[in-house]
């Protein structure tokens, strides 16, 4: 008697791995249909070339995104430690995505969701993929082609519908090896986007400054996207400074604007643009003048006209229709910066470029 034809989930994020995993899948002989699914949500990037990616690669596989927006506090929790741990946010995330998919694939009638995990990928080993799996009571129904051989037997290798000698003992140490899976099935080069920019919290600078952010007991999503700036700057307790240096950085600034925040900048062309934002409502009207003036100076400075001498600055916040001036020298150095700052201000290591854009 001839086996009934499966159909697979494969979870998408445009890594190799994710790539490789929903390419062996789709090449089992029982496997008759794959579909592909990619979640969004603010730590995530590159969407728009993970859609060049699927229709290079599988023109004609039906392709979905679903949305964690509503997620992204539980998404990177701070742990016991008061320390952002990305193992935690790994399991977390996978957590949540699993639930998801799992939901999805009962709906669209598929027998088992794909992933690209590797065994010991971000700290995950085989004790924690299986309490996910646990924990949401779906034990069996994922698949995870690259390390399948390491980890327990799946329902559909159970029933005889998937070879368990097909499936790779790969680990986090096996780079190499996948970059050769990945040229014997024709998907040429390497990850098609940097980590980084696939997941920030993979970032060290983005996720200091988020651990700094998840210690503050509200937060929005725009606080959240001020993170992504190469220039971005926290001054105890309250007081976050982003400044955009160039026309297009300017101009994804502008989408953040709160009503309460301070915008200051430099009546020039070739003038920085810098918001401010902070819980002003507990600001003595000398401590208001101190953070317009420090975050004035730092305008100045990253100011492509910048000069030694004293620069005129514009301010105003943004529920006020008054425009008020001052005139401030710029910093010597961006040592002479830090010493009021806690949060790290280096740009990414990577590009942050990309991830302002993302």
Same mark, same amino acid.
């Given at each position: 008697?001839?086996r009934?034809? #499966?159909k697979a989930?494969?979870?998408?994020?445009g890594?190799l791995?994710?790539?490789?995993?929903a390419?062996?899948?789709?090449?089992?002989?029982n496997?008759?249909?794959?579909?592909?699914?990619?979640f969004?949500?603010?730590?995530f990037?590159?969407y728009?070339?993970?859609?060049e990616i699927?229709?290079?690669e599988?023109?004609?596989v039906?392709?979905?995104?679903?949305?964690?927006?509503?997620?992204?506090?539980?998404l990177?929790?701070i742990?016991?430690?008061?320390?952002?741990s990305?193992?935690?946010?790994c399991?977390?995330?996978?957590t949540?995505?699993l639930?998801?998919?799992?939901?999805?694939?009962?709906r669209?009638?598929?027998?088992?969701?794909?992933t690209?995990?590797? #065994?010991?990928?971000?700290?995950?080993?085989?004790r924690? #993929?299986?309490q996910?799996e646990?924990?949401?009571?779906i034990?069996?129904?994922?698949?995870?082609?690259?390390?399948?051989?390491?980890l327990?037997?799946?329902?559909?290798?159970?029933?005889?519908?998937?070879?368990?000698?097909?499936?790779?003992?790969l680990?986090?140490?096996?780079?190499a090896?996948?970059a050769?899976i990945?040229?014997?099935?024709?998907?040429?080069?390497?990850d098609?986007?940097?980590?980084?920019?696939?997941?920030?919290?993979?970032?060290?600078q983005?996720?200091?400054r988020l651990?700094?952010?998840?210690?503050?007991?509200?937060?929005n999503?725009?606080?959240?996207?001020?993170?992504d700036?190469a220039l971005?700057?926290k001054?105890?307790?309250?007081?976050?400074?982003?400044?955009?240096?160039?026309?297009?950085e300017?101009? #994804?600034?502008?989408?953040?604007?709160?009503?309460?925040?301070?915008?200051?900048y430099?009546?020039?062309?070739?003038?920085?643009m810098?918001?401010?934002?902070?819980?002003?409502?507990?600001?003595?009207?000398?401590?208001?003048e101190?953070?317009?003036?420090?975050?004035?100076?730092?305008?100045?400075?990253?100011?492509?006209t910048?000069?030694q001498s004293?620069?005129?600055?514009?301010?105003?916040?943004?529920?006020?229709?008054?425009?008020?001036?001052?005139?401030?020298?710029?910093?010597?150095?961006?040592?002479?910066?830090?010493?009021?700052?806690?949060?790290?201000?280096?740009?990414?290591?990577?590009?942050?470029?990309?991830?302002?854009?993302?």
């Amino acid at each position: 008697m001839q086996r009934k034809k #499966m159909k697979a989930l494969s979870l998408f994020s445009g890594s190799l791995a994710s790539r490789i995993a929903a390419r062996l899948v789709e090449h089992f002989p029982n496997v008759e249909e794959i579909a592909l699914l990619y979640f969004r949500c603010p730590y995530f990037g590159g969407y728009e070339r993970i859609r060049e990616i699927v229709k290079e690669e599988w023109p004609g596989v039906y392709f979905r995104t679903q949305s964690l927006k509503k997620e992204y506090r539980r998404l990177a929790n701070i742990g016991p430690t008061g320390c952002f741990s990305l193992t935690s946010a790994c399991l977390s995330c996978r957590t949540i995505m699993l639930s998801h998919a799992i939901h999805y694939m009962e709906r669209i009638g598929a027998d088992f969701v794909v992933t690209g995990e590797l #065994m010991g990928k971000n700290g995950l080993f085989e004790r924690e #993929m299986l309490q996910i799996e646990q924990a949401l009571g779906i034990s069996g129904l994922i698949l995870r082609p690259l390390s399948g051989r390491l980890l327990p037997v799946t329902k559909a290798e159970r029933a005889g519908k998937i070879d368990r000698n097909v499936l790779g003992r790969l680990t986090v140490d096996d780079s190499a090896e996948l970059a050769n899976i990945g040229a014997h099935l024709g998907l040429l080069g390497a990850d098609g986007l940097p980590a980084e920019v696939r997941c920030k919290l993979t970032s060290r600078q983005f996720s200091t400054r988020l651990e700094d952010l998840l210690g503050e007991r509200w937060f929005n999503i725009s606080s959240l996207k001020l993170l992504d700036f190469a220039l971005y700057y926290k001054v105890p307790p309250d007081v976050k400074i982003v400044v955009a240096k160039d026309e297009e950085e300017k101009r #994804m600034l502008q989408n953040f604007f709160l009503p309460h925040d301070l915008r200051v900048y430099l009546p020039i062309r070739g003038g920085s643009m810098t918001l401010v934002r902070a819980n002003w409502a507990t600001k003595s009207q000398a401590e208001t003048e101190e953070i317009i003036e420090f975050a004035s100076r730092i305008t100045v400075t990253h100011s492509e006209t910048v000069r030694q001498s004293s620069m005129q600055v514009n301010y105003r916040f943004e529920n006020d229709d008054e425009t008020l001036q001052l005139n401030v020298f710029p910093f010597s150095s961006e040592r002479e910066i830090c010493n009021y700052c806690c949060v790290p201000v280096a740009p990414y290591a990577s590009s942050s470029e990309s991830l302002v854009r993302s």
